[in-house]
């Protein structure tokens, strides 16, 4: 079944000299596809990236999510299906530091109508699904980067979203680290969650079932493999 359709959807970014960063392209994610997307520098994928995750809006096409144009939502109801079906993990971690771990993961649930309790909570038993429950009240400035990005990765997942998207996860990591991380992402798909990864890392691309290539602004392929 089919979470996220492109429908030729594109990105240019208007200016004096108009870029455009996307040429039209159809592509589906399925519920529960573990898809990595790879290319070059400057390749669209981070375009490509930010539109699935509706943090942008195409300058041409549809973009439907669960068969509905996103087009047709206002700025409150995009905000409100990011916040329930979309969870972010960014290679940079985006932690707040003056906040514990616990705090941090609490945040993914701030766009909900939950009470700061029942967040906590919610945080408490998504740390304990990345194995960092003993570390809840450490500031991210006492967690190694391994331990941050599972933070992070604790705070995509708190609302249990339909699809996770994450930026270079490992890129700041070191390979046990970066391990850890992609084993997190795995099991998250072994969950049902759809999990779309950019990333330069080579190995990490071919040993995921689906690897969509980049490169000038377009899809060049779009392979799966056992």
Not at 150 to 174: F, H, K, S, Y
Not at 179 to 208: E, K, P, Y
């Amino acid at each position: 079944m089919t979470l996220i359709e492109f429908d030729g959807v594109g990105r240019t970014y208007a200016g004096a000299s108009p870029v455009t960063a996307l040429h039209p392209v159809d592509l589906a994610i399925e519920h529960g596809e573990l898809t990595t997307i790879v290319g070059p520098s400057g390749s669209g994928k981070s375009t490509l990236l930010y539109l699935l995750g509706t943090l942008d809006r195409p300058s041409c096409g549809r973009l439907l999510f669960e068969g509905r144009d996103v087009a047709t939502l206002d700025d409150r109801q995009v905000a409100a299906l990011r916040a329930d079906h979309i969870g972010f993990v960014f290679q940079r971690f985006h932690l707040v530091p003056s906040m514990s771990a616990l705090d941090n993961v609490a945040t993914g649930l701030l766009y909900r109508e939950r009470s700061s309790r029942r967040r906590r909570d919610a945080a408490t038993a998504a740390l304990e699904r990345v194995g960092l429950a003993g570390r809840a009240l450490h500031r991210p400035g006492q967690l190694s980067g391994g331990e941050q990005q599972r933070v992070a990765i604790a705070r995509a997942i708190i609302g249990g979203p339909q699809l996770v998207r994450a930026d270079e996860p490992t890129g700041n990591l070191d390979s046990a680290a970066g391990d850890s991380v992609v084993a997190l992402l795995r099991a998250l798909n072994d969950n049902g969650a759809a999990v779309v990864v950019v990333t330069h890392d080579v190995q990490l691309a071919a040993s995921l079932p689906r690897r969509i290539e980049m490169r000038d602004g377009q899809i060049v392929a779009d392979a799966r493999h056992a």
